[in-house]
């Protein structure tokens, strides 16, 4: 199952039309602690770049972006009791929602494995 | 010789003198002399004790308020009187606090607050006065709220304030909301407001309200607004501009005329966030830079105190431009020169285009007698003392500190009532933090930290014209042996403080799991 | 000058070490045009204490105080006693002086006092969660109003005709900003409260039904009915308390359905200062405590396991969530919110509910004894400390002729409702626990001379 990363350092799995979205270990690592997450609800309609989520810690919150277009199938019911698999486990336990992708041609602007590596090692 | 000990006290110091040993047991209490646990309320009190002594009453037979009745008394636990004055005392001295030392928090304006303040606020005639009263039984309430408004519009050279703002965010939203009021007036749309990027965070989330979207603007290398990238951007979508000066990285905005008449030819509004008047006050009146709005913190500039977070003041000086639509109740004098308030009654008459009342009642009297009888105490000559002095002392920091602390704009030329640092040529891994944790083991509240944005890890220091040369020596002596601990990589730095009644609290946990009131 | 510790041999000793010559090089970013060449023209030059305080001695002598004269005054402004160590305890220089609690470990103070407040507060309410206090009822009025519009993402309030009047204009004021829709007419001279008029303007569209409880005219609303219709609609009920002696005695709003609770603390602790500072309170339901405004403290424990306390979910707030924020201020009533908590625990619950008999107790002689005045009516069927009389003429003219005569009788609904000639005839009176048998003759004589 292919994972594509954005710049603003989303994952995201395709597995036909399913995407599941998740932030990086370099981003849960910027972070800091993470206190909380604002997820979206299932049939939310989300255009790519849209803000659905937001992850708190104790003195910020972070915009999670979409990284393609599509809508909202369910989200990580997980993370309300444990906000902290999104800093233990962020890349599998700790995704934060799944859509159905209406525009799989979006997912050609993402990055591979090795190009994201590459970017964050810039950073 | 008489009997030479008959208490069977002996006194002789060198036993008790001999040990210089850190001794660390615990007690049984679990207080240290004079460090002083405390348990709340609920752990101690209990609901039938009570403090006061007030009579009984009967409910009545068939007293209408039967059905309403609660069926026990609310479950609120109280104290007598000595186990009350005893809870909050000890718990007052786990506080930090002006009267006990220095708040070098940039844009806090942590001054002294004058006693006599304190004493004529609790005058009856102030402090037991209704608000709804009639006119003719409060002309005193109403001619102390005229005094210190005429004082304010002297002192800022401006045409009209609003009075009735409860705090300085309360201000702020008052003098945008005024904007908008004039840009309705005029039924002209506008619905971006210009802010730099060193700006307040309550700068968009006031804007944001009033239905404005936030465009930043750039700033330039010496830090302050970038007027072309301003001048460029202007337009008629551009409803105006909300600056901060002396801005937030302590510097006074050379281009403030040149940057009100470019956004005021361009149709836009100037609201000037006036949590810095404390470096100019009496030295500049922002009048006379041409600015259609700004709100000052009584509870910065004029003394009242912070009282552990609030209450506050914030009234906001208009322009003439922007004068119609202050909000109710708005002080006036009539041709008399007797002062009053207008109210809903009267607005269509006396204050038409107002756009409308922000709070209850007729605005903070109890921070208006305070901040008026400071005003009288330092008059024009000593407020004009107090933007030098404050100034003096901010430079006096920074060039005291400059060897060991980096500052990023000491180059371009001196600061004004704040003085900034950043982290570069700190040890690896070692941050603002440390130094900030550190400084209250040296027994300060730590500086601002970690704001403005525009700089990484920023301290933003301001002392205040209330300290001291001897009291900012021995500040600057603590910062610069903090400085140098976290720049030769200092570990112990890391667990600071190590001597506060606490030690760093775990704000994850209090986030994750929010425990926000006692249960039983 | 007193308050200005440099002296001028340090001033030119600190000029040295900065490397200026005078301190208006250190203003040389100041362009020289907006340069006050010396003290701001036309104002006074600094004074001593003993000039000051004659000159506001004076000011403080042109008004009449509330213990002066017989005084019978509320409309969401409360004269009760506060016990004499509640102002000493507040005058602590920790107290006065300190700052917000952003560096907990040298504020457990304050924190402390503030989760000992929100507990008190949800307690009064009935509520499970209060927040560290608000500027004042008003602005929590509109709070709650924002808050409910947020949580049922609906935009049209349906306020109770007894909402208090300066609130009213203060939400109204706000939605025109936001777009809400505001449902309000002014009240009735009437026994009761129109409970089935707030019932029936409730639809699918309601975001909340906002009742002030007791109300302007001091009835008391059915808020379980109200609570009930709102429910079924989708909506939330907001209770706004004016006088929190009242939760004393009757059912504290939480318990009969009410989701969010506002109110005004100025009764308990914090005395009357002509209209400010005063001290808003806010109480919700635990589920919705993500969308509450203001500050919030929380427990926690230290590096070395002791219990302690901190703000908390910070990121509802301005200076983190920025234009996405709950609300943007910036603020509690920090030292009223003190007063309050002092006040609270000296009474305790029983305490709390004898002041509360008590106060009843001399509303209900104030009003047999007024009732008995030629022409004058008792409007309420029930009330707590605060009733409504009609006179036989225009009560505003009669409270200035009462003022003239040296009593403080109450406040007329014209002050109040400029506008509705109906209501020319009310008078507000309340009646506390300072009220004594003397100042209810003397309010007798008075409204019977000025009503002759």
């Known amino acids: 199952m292919p994972r594509y990363f954005t710049q603003d350092h989303e994952w995201i799995d395709v597995d036909g039309d399913v995407g599941t979205v998740g932030i990086t270990d370099y981003a849960q690592g910027q972070l800091g602690d993470i206190t909380f997450v604002e997820l979206p609800e299932a049939g939310a309609a989300l255009a790519k770049g849209d803000a659905p989520c937001v992850v708190d810690s104790v003195k910020a919150a972070s915009d999670v972006y979409a990284p393609v277009s599509g809508t909202v199938t369910e989200a990580n019911a997980a993370l309300a009791d444990e906000p902290e698999l999104v800093n233990s486990d962020p890349e599998a336990g700790g995704w934060l929602f799944r859509l159905t992708l209406s525009d799989a041609g979006e997912l050609s602007g993402l990055m591979d494995r090795a190009a994201y590596d590459a970017y964050i090692a810039e950073l | ?520 | 000058m007193r308050y200005l510790p440099l002296t001028p041999a340090e001033r030119g000793e600190m000029l040295g070490v900065i490397g200026a010559a005078m301190i208006d090089d250190l203003f040389a970013d100041v362009p020289v045009e907006a340069r006050l060449p010396g003290p701001v023209p036309g104002l006074p030059m600094h004074a001593s204490e003993m000039a000051v305080e004659r000159h506001m001695s004076a000011l403080a002598a042109k008004n009449i105080s509330a213990g002066s004269a017989p005084f019978f005054l509320g409309a969401g402004a409360y004269r009760h006693h506060i016990p004499a160590s509640v102002d000493h305890l507040i005058q602590r220089g920790e107290f006065l002086t300190a700052y917000t609690p952003y560096q907990p470990e040298i504020a457990q103070g304050t924190l402390q006092v503030l989760f000992e407040f929100q507990s008190q507060v949800a307690r009064l309410f009935g509520v499970e969660v209060a927040n560290a206090s608000m500027y004042d009822g008003s602005t929590a009025c509109w709070e709650a109003v924002a808050m409910a519009a947020r949580v049922t993402r609906r935009k049209k309030a349906v306020l109770c005709r007894g909402l208090h009047p300066h609130y009213v204009s203060t939400v109204r004021t706000m939605a025109k900003f936001t777009g809400d829709v505001i449902d309000w007419r002014a009240p009735k001279l009437e026994a009761e409260p129109d409970t089935a008029g707030v019932i029936a303007a409730i639809d699918g569209e309601t975001s909340c039904v906002v009742v002030q409880y007791p109300d302007i005219l001091g009835r008391i609303p059915d808020l379980a009915a109200i609570a009930e219709a709102a429910h079924a609609a989708g909506a939330l009920l907001v209770a706004v308390v004016t006088e929190p002696v009242s939760l004393g005695l009757i059912e504290a709003p939480g318990n009969l359905g009410a989701d969010i609770v506002v109110g005004e603390g100025q009764a308990l602790g914090v005395g009357l200062q002509f209209g400010g500072p005063y001290l808003g309170l806010f109480g919700c339901r635990e589920k919705y405590v993500r969308q509450m405004p203001g500050r919030l403290c929380g427990q926690t424990v230290d590096a070395e396991g002791k219990r302690g306390f901190v703000l908390t979910l910070s990121t509802r707030e301005q200076h983190i969530r920025r234009e996405k924020a709950t609300s943007n201020i910036c603020t509690n009533a920090g030292l009223c919110a003190l007063a309050f908590s002092i006040h609270m625990t000296l009474l305790g619950g029983e305490g709390l509910a004898r002041l509360a008999r008590l106060n009843h107790a001399r509303a209900r002689a104030a009003a047999a004894r007024l009732a008995e005045v030629p022409g004058v009516k008792l409007v309420n069927r029930a009330f707590f400390n605060e009733f409504a009389l009609e006179l036989p003429a225009d009560a505003r003219e009669a409270v200035r002729h009462m003022a003239d005569r040296g009593v403080l009788g109450g406040v007329s609904l014209g002050r109040l409702y400029p506008e509705e000639a109906a209501l020319g005839h009310g008078l507000l009176v309340t009646a506390t626990e300072c009220t004594t048998d003397e100042d209810i003759e003397a309010l007798s004589a008075a409204l019977e001379g000025v009503l002759a």
């Open chain 2, 1 to 520: 010789m008489n009997a030479p000990n008959q208490s069977g006290w002996r006194p002789e110091m060198t036993s008790a003198m001999g040990s210089a040993e850190v001794y660390d047991a615990p007690t049984a209490s679990g207080d240290r002399a004079l460090m002083l646990e405390e348990p709340l309320i609920f752990e101690l009190g209990r609901p039938g004790t009570c403090g006061v002594d007030i009579d009984e009453a009967d409910m009545g037979a068939s007293d209408a308020l039967a059905p309403f009745l609660r069926k026990a008394a609310p479950a609120l636990p109280g104290l007598s009187e000595p186990e009350t004055v005893r809870h909050y005392t000890r718990l007052s001295r786990q506080n930090y606090a002006i009267d006990l030392g220095p708040f070098p928090l940039g844009s806090c304006t942590m001054k002294h607050n004058p006693r006599l303040n304190e004493k004529v606020a609790r005058l009856p005639g102030f402090a037991d006065v209704h608000p709804l009263a009639p006119q003719q039984a409060v002309r005193g309430a109403l001619e102390t709220i005229a005094q210190l408004a005429d004082w304010l519009m002297a002192l800022t050279g401006m045409a009209a304030v609003a009075m009735s703002p409860k705090a300085g965010a309360h201000g702020e939203l008052c003098g945008v909301l005024c904007i908008k009021a004039a840009l309705q007036a005029r039924g002209d749309d506008r619905r971006i407001m210009l802010v730099p990027e060193s700006a307040h965070g309550t700068n968009p989330a006031t804007a944001a309200f009033a239905g404005f979207a936030i465009e930043n603007i750039p700033a330039t290398p010496e830090g302050r607004v970038d007027l072309a990238a301003l001048t460029a951007r202007l337009g008629p979508d551009i409803a105006g501009v909300m600056i901060t000066n002396p801005n937030t990285c302590g510097l006074f905005e050379r281009d403030m005329k040149a940057i009100a008449d470019a956004v005021q030819a361009a149709g836009g509004y100037v609201y000037c966030d006036g949590a810095n008047f404390n470096a100019i006050v009496g030295k500049v009146r922002p009048g006379d830079l041409g600015i259609d709005a700004m709100h000052i913190n009584l509870h910065k500039t004029f003394s009242t105190p912070h009282g552990g977070g609030g209450p506050g003041s914030g009234p906001v000086v208009l322009s003439a431009a922007l004068a119609p639509f202050a909000p109710l109740p708005f002080v006036t004098r009539d041709a008399d020169g007797a002062a009053r308030l207008i109210e809903e009654e009267h607005a269509l008459e006396d204050h038409p285009s107002t756009f409308g009342r922000m709070a209850a009642f007729n605005g903070q009297m109890g921070m208006f007698t305070r901040a008026l009888t400071y005003i009288l105490s330092h008059g024009a000559d000593g407020l004009r003392q107090v933007a030098e002095d404050a100034v003096l002392n901010a430079n006096y920091v920074l060039a005291s500190l400059k060897d060991v602390l980096d500052a990023p704009f000491a180059a371009s030329g001196p600061c004004m009532h704040e003085a900034l640092f950043s982290d570069a040529g700190l040890a690896e891994g070692f941050s603002t933090l440390d130094i900030a944790k550190g400084l209250i083991d040296e027994g300060f509240h730590p500086m601002t930290v970690y704001f403005p944005l525009v700089v990484h890890g920023a301290m933003l220091v301001e002392p205040t014209e209330t300290e001291s040369k001897a009291g900012l020596d021995r500040f600057i002596g603590s910062l610069r042996s903090l400085a140098e601990r976290a720049r030769a990589g200092d570990e112990s730095l890391k667990s600071a403080p190590h001597y506060a009644p606490r030690r760093r609290l775990d704000e994850t946990l209090a986030a994750r799991k929010p425990v926000l009131g006692w249960r039983d």
